[in-house]
Each structure stands twice: as structure tokens, then as C-alpha cells.
């Protein structure tokens, strides 16, 4: 089988680029990162132009040289880490929750999107429940799955990490079923006249063209499962955490407002680096299929 | 080549899966590891033999003393032996009682004196090993005491009157604060020097169980709430005060007022409504039980332990109060928390607990029938219960046996 692939489906890879010198690379890496570095740029200087021009005061919105130095001051009343340093610890806290929830949710979604694809009768059966799930605000679904989880005996990350897989399997499941079934009429009736299997043709056909939209949906999921390990933070009675950054700050901003602005840079920090890591296995698993319009 | 794909794509998994062994690992093994959760075992670990000594030997102490007092002979030898053999053998710390202790709100000076008792090893020479659980915004605590996750909870009295009318049979065993914190901010420049001059103004406030004080007032000064006045609901930074979007709003002293001040106030710009003197104050954090979980002789033993305990914890805070914000502070994992802040809250609450002036005669925890009572009737009259409360909403049994 595997030594005849079918002629139809076979992908050209494009050849890698003829040997580019070192010095291209870096240039060509520098044009890449020019418009994320533009944008930063742009904002930071909005952002005191815009305290300057409005008169916008500290408590409302603090310099950005206050922020940075309230990052390096020490925490637990001078005794611990600087807050930078905490801030990382707190954010690999949220990060390990929402990878544990992102890989719990995107494996249900993914079962779910099979099981839908095989069983129409199941779609039709589960999936007002599925989109059902997603209507109910996270802020009042996660307080029950932390009290529910807890009498059960379970520990408190289980809890979180559910909480996060609740919000990634949606996307995983929609975008997953959507990719199973892209594939065209024409290549579906080339694998029957071939007489392949129907797991011939999921393996083969189906699957191979539901990547990217797998993908789409996991970097949706990427991003939702890190507002899930946020939110249940606080009914699991964290300690650590982005989210109990944000509610201690909030709670304190009045005395120390540049401290919420670092918690949120801790939040969006997890996020990016999140996204990113799909959007890298994407470019690794998927991305020859792409550039090919596959 | 599709199978070269497939390989691609099964190594991700592959690595992906390790990922979450790992991380699923990791985060199983926090509990005995993690500063968080096993308080008492970090505790318990870093208690040096000589910090153990003392506190055998105050134990033999206290138990000395209370002896002729009447102490029920049998627990004071038994505390005094197993803090004894604590000594000899840090191990037999298992024998404890394990109870966990549900707080309201996140780790702040407010609780200071349950961690002074944990980091001094009040708890322990109480034989009991206590574990301190944060609340947050999302957490009942109780809901977490019925649901027997934790023995004890700190709340206030309104939340434990409207819980016990769904059937819960929680027990107030101790008003730990028997002042109120409450207060309501209002600019000088609105001119509210009595609850009177609400009247016509827009007034912040926590809705969710916070809220009585103000409405008892608005009630004695005959000011209706939907009429005289608009209420609206207070986030829990004071933003909407300092933006002067309100022209009154709810405040802790130790906490919102602080935040106030810090922003760069002086406090001579501020007029304050202290529901103390309106004698409209209703009980803040006092600690609960579960009444069947009190029924057990057993159980009381260990509540009254708690409770000596916890108040030794209170009373260490109320002439150390550096030290226990330093104990509070080495539990802020989110770093975000200031001495200052926490300073400022410290001898807030002392306040509350020990009077304004601190007067160590204070009975810590006693809870008056009359606050009992006007807090029932305040909670009947603004529809947090529907019938009046039951005098079993509370009990000075344990309170006796702790501090006789």
C-alpha cells in the first residue's frame, strides 16, 4: 500500500530553498519580526503620548517605567523573589493547567468530531447539547465543576484542568468535523473505484485533509483553554496562578496600579507563548500541505 | 509520502502526551511539595528540634496551669504527651487531628491570627494539624464546611443565617471580630456628615451579603432604599470612589480605605459613616461548624483545641504585629501583596478584635446575645432568612470550654 501511494492525492513538497547564506536568514527573520516589533513599538509610544496629551493620571494609567520597576521590586514584603520572577511562576502555574486542559479537551473534541463523522445520528442526537454547553457563561459553569469535583475527593488541579478542557473541546469538535468532511466528492469517489476501506479512506483521505481546520480550531482552543485555567483559579481557592494575580492586584490596584498591569502581561504572556506553540506544530505537521493549497 | 505525514503527526502526539504525563504528573505531586497546600508539613519540617522543645514545654505549661483550673485532666495529658513524643520523634505529628479551616476571602492580614497560630505551632501543641484553605470571590465557605471539605469556616454572620435556612446546620462558635470594619466613604466635598444626608445621594455598595449595615441604617434613619437614594453596586477596587463617579461608598477599614489613602488622599478630605457607633454593624468573620460534626464529644474537643489555639494565634499578632505580617506575606504567591498594605490591615483588624484602643483584656471571640439577636433581626427584617433565625445559629459551648 504504502509503496504505491495514490497518484491523485500524492503532494508535491516544494524543494527546500536553494541554500540561503546565514546573512539572508537573519535578514529575512528581521523582516518577519519588523511588523510584530513595529506594532509594540507604536502602542508604547501611544500609550505615554497619550497619558501626556490627556493628562491621564497614574492611577489611571501608569508609566510604563513604573511597571517595569515594579517588576523588578522583591515580593513578600521584600523577603522573596522580584515580582517578575513570581510572575513567571505564576504564569508556568496557569500553563501547565491550560496544556492539561487543552490536551483533555482537544483529545475529546477530536474523538467527538469522529465519533459525530461515523454516527450522524449521534450529530444530530448531541451536538444541540455540544453548542448547548458552550451558552452557559464559564464564570458560572466553573464554580460547579470545582465544588462537584471537590466532594468527589478530587484535587483541586483536576478541577481546573476540566474547567479549561471544558472551553477547548468545543472548537476542537466544530472545526474537526468540518475538516472530516472537506473532503471532496471527487477524491471520495477515487478512493471507492480503488476499493479502499472506510478506514483506508479516514486514514488516508479524510484525515490527512482535516488537518488544517484541526489546526484553526487548536489555536482557538490554545486560547480558550487559558481563559478556563484562569477563571477556575478562583473557585479552586488557588494560591498560584495568573488569576489570582489579577484578583489580589485588582483588589490592590488603588495603591499599586503598575502590579495589575504586570498580572495582565503574565496572562497574555501564557497566551502568546500558548498560540504559538500550535501555530509551530501546525507549521511542522501541516505546513508543506498548505503552502500547496491542500 | 502520506505516511511520512503520519508519522509527523504521530510523534507530535507522542510528545504531546509526554507533555501532559508530565504536566499531569507535576501538578499530582504539588500537594505534599507545593508551599500552598501542606502548610503544616513545611511547617512541621522546618520546626526546628529546639522550636519543638519550647513548645512542649509550653504545653506542659499551660497544661500546669489549666490543670486546677479544670481542665478535663485527660486532654491535657494527652496534648502534653503527644507534644512530648513530638519532641522525641517529629514523625508521631501524624497522630494529630487533620482539620482544614475554610477562609473567607484570599490570604490577607484579615486571617493573620489562624497563620500566626500554624508558624508559632500554637496548632500543633493543640495536637492538631491545621490546613489554612484561601477563599476567593467563587468560594462559599459555607457551602465547603457543609459539604464537610473543610470543619471549620470564617464568615460573616448574615452569609451563616441565609446558608442554615437552606437547611445546613452550621453553629457559630466564635465572633472572632466583634467590631465592624465596615464603613462608608464619602467625599467632604458631599457634605454627608450623618446617614442622614444620604438622602438624594448615589451610593456604592457590595451587594452579595455585604450590604446590611448600610440598609439597616438607611432603615433607623427612615430613608427608603429604592426611593430616597441610589444604590449601586461596588466592584471590589474603589475606582468608582476615587473617579468621584458616586458620591458615597462602601469601604473595610482595613482594606478599601487603605486603598483610598494610598492613591494619594488624606483621610481629613474623607467624611466616614462608622456603622459601629449607628450600632447598626452586623458581626463580620466569625468561625463556624457543622452542628452534627459538633454533636461528637470528640469534635468539641478539637473545636475548643482550634479555638485556644487560634485566639493564642490572635492575641500573638495583636504584640507582634510585624511578624505576622511577615507570616502573611510569605504565603502571597501572587507577589503582588505590600507590606504596607498588609501593615495597614494588621493593625486594622486588631482593631476589630481587640477594641480601638487595644485592650488585651478583650474576651477574643465572644459573641453577645444582643449582637446575636439585632444581627438575626436585621437579617429577618432585610429578607436574607424568611423566618427568624433559630438561637442554635450559635453556641458558647465551645468558646467556654477554650477559654476556661
Redesign the interface.
Known amino acids: 500500500m504504502a509503496e504505491k501511494p495514490l497518484p491523485s492525492l500524492q503532494r508535491i513538497t516544494p524543494a527546500a530553498p536553494a541554500s540561503a547564506t546565514p546573512g539572508a536568514s537573519l535578514r529575512a527573520a528581521v523582516r518577519r519580526s519588523l511588523p510584530v516589533a513595529g506594532v509594540i513599538v507604536t502602542l508604547l509610544i501611544a500609550w505615554e503620548a497619550s497619558k501626556l496629551a490627556f493628562g491621564i493620571s497614574d492611577q489611571r494609567l501608569p508609566h510604563l517605567g513604573a511597571i517595569i520597576e515594579v517588576m523588578f521590586t522583591r515580593t513578600q514584603g521584600g523577603t522573596g523573589n522580584i515580582l517578575l520572577a513570581q510572575m513567571l511562576l505564576n504564569a508556568w502555574s496557569t500553563f501547565q493547567v491550560a496544556l492539561g486542559g487543552f490536551l483533555l479537551g482537544g483529545m475529546l473534541g477530536f474523538g467527538l468530531a469522529v465519533l459525530f463523522m461515523q454516527l450522524p445520528m449521534l450529530e444530530r442526537g448531541l451536538m444541540p447539547y455540544v453548542i448547548g454547553s458552550q451558552t452557559v457563561p464559564i464564570l458560572a459553569i466553573a464554580p460547579m465543576v470545582v465544588v462537584g469535583l471537590g466532594r468527589m475527593g478530587a484535587p483541586s488541579w483536576a478541577a481546573k484542568i476540566t474547567v479549561a478542557a471544558y472551553l477547548t473541546f468545543f472548537p476542537v469538535t466544530i472545526g474537526m468535523l468540518r475538516g472530516l468532511r472537506a473532503a471532496s466528492p471527487m477524491s471520495l469517489d477515487l478512493m471507492r473505484s480503488y476499493a479502499a476501506s472506510p478506514a483506508q479512506i479516514f486514514w488516508r483521505l479524510r484525515l490527512p485533509n482535516s488537518l488544517p481546520y484541526l489546526f484553526t480550531s487548536l489555536k482557538v482552543a490554545a486560547s480558550a483553554s487559558v481563559i478556563g485555567a484562569i477563571v477556575a483559579e478562583l473557585p479552586a481557592g488557588a494560591r498560584e496562578g495568573v488569576g489570582m494575580m489579577i484578583l489580589n492586584a485588582a483588589q490592590s490596584y488603588n495603591s499599586r496600579p503598575p502590579a495589575l498591569y504586570v498580572a495582565i502581561l503574565a496572562a497574555s504572556l501564557v497566551g502568546v507563548t500558548f498560540y504559538g506553540m500550535v501555530a509551530l506544530a501546525e507549521r511542522l505537521i501541516v505546513g508543506s500541505q498548505r503552502t500547496n493549497g491542500g | 509520502?502520506?505516511?511520512r505525514?503520519?508519522f509527523?503527526?504521530f510523534a507530535?502526539l507522542v510528545m504531546?502526551?509526554s507533555?501532559?504525563a508530565a504536566?499531569?504528573g507535576?501538578?499530582?505531586a504539588?500537594?505534599p511539595t507545593?508551599?500552598?497546600a501542606t502548610v503544616p508539613v513545611a511547617t512541621a519540617a522546618k520546626a526546628p528540634t529546639e522550636a519543638v522543645a519550647t513548645e512542649a514545654a509550653e504545653v506542659t505549661q499551660t497544661g500546669a496551669t489549666e490543670g486546677p483550673e479544670g481542665t478535663p485532666a485527660p486532654v491535657a495529658t494527652a496534648a502534653v504527651t503527644a507534644a512530648a513524643t513530638a519532641a522525641v520523634t517529629p514523625v508521631a505529628a501524624g497522630a494529630a487531628d487533620k482539620v482544614t479551616l475554610?477562609l473567607k476571602w484570599?490570604?490577607q492580614a484579615q486571617f493573620a491570627g489562624y497563620f500566626a497560630a500554624l508558624e508559632q505551632g500554637y496548632y500543633k501543641a493543640e495536637n492538631l494539624d491545621v490546613t489554612i484553605?484561601?477563599?476567593?470571590?467563587?468560594?462559599v465557605p459555607e457551602?465547603v464546611v457543609a459539604?464537610?471539605?473543610a470543619q471549620f469556616g470564617i464568615d460573616w454572620m448574615a452569609s451563616l443565617l441565609a446558608t442554615r435556612e437552606t437547611g445546613a446546620p452550621l453553629v457559630n462558635i466564635a465572633q472572632v471580630y466583634t467590631r465592624a470594619g465596615m464603613r462608608t466613604l464619602s467625599w467632604k466635598t458631599s457634605n454627608i456628615t450623618s446617614p442622614a444626608d444620604l438622602k438624594g445621594k448615589k451610593v456604592a455598595v457590595w451587594f452579595g451579603g455585604n450590604e446590611y449595615d448600610l440598609l439597616a441604617t438607611l432603615n433607623k434613619y427612615k430613608l427608603d432604599k429604592t426611593t430616597d437614594l441610589t444604590l449601586v453596586t461596588q466592584p471590589?477596587?474603589?475606582?468608582m470612589f476615587?473617579n468621584k463617579e458616586v458620591d458615597a461608598a462602601a469601604a473595610m477599614t482595613y482594606?478599601e480605605l487603605?486603598?483610598?489613602l494610598?492613591?494619594?488622599h488624606k483621610i481629613d478630605e474623607l467624611n466616614i459613616i462608622d456603622y459601629n457607633v449607628e450600632s447598626t454593624a452586623m458581626p463580620e468573620d466569625g468561625i463556624f461548624v457543622n452542628g452534627e460534626w459538633l454533636k461528637d464529644a470528640k469534635n468539641k474537643d478539637i473545636a475548643a483545641r482550634f479555638l485556644r489555639a487560634s485566639f493564642k494565634g490572635w492575641a500573638y499578632c495583636r504584640d507582634n504585629a510585624d511578624a505576622c505580617?511577615?507570616y502573611v506575606?510569605?504565603?502571597?504567591?501572587?507577589?503582588?501583596?505590600?507590606?504596607?498594605?498588609?501593615k495597614w490591615q494588621m493593625d486594622e483588624v486588631n482593631k476589630l478584635i481587640w477594641g480601638d484602643p487595644i485592650n488585651p483584656k478583650t474576651k477574643i471571640g465572644y459573641l453577645t446575645p444582643e449582637l446575636f439577636t439585632f444581627a438575626a433581626d436585621t437579617a429577618l427584617k432585610f429578607g436574607v432568612i424568611k423566618q427568624p433565625a433559630s438561637p442554635d445559629a450559635y453556641t458558647h459551648e465551645i468558646w467556654d470550654l477554650a477559654t476556661k
Open positions: 509520502m502520506q505516511m505525514k503520519f509527523g503527526l507530535a504531546i502526551s507533555a501532559l504536566c499531569g507535576a501538578p499530582a504539588k500537594p507545593a508551599p500552598a475554610q484570599v490570604v484553605q484561601p477563599g476567593s470571590p467563587d468560594i457551602q459539604g464537610g471539605q471590589f477596587d474603589m475606582n476615587l482594606n487603605y486603598q483610598v494610598s492613591a494619594g505580617v511577615g506575606l510569605k504565603q502571597d504567591s501572587s507577589g503582588v501583596m505590600t507590606k504596607e498594605a498588609q
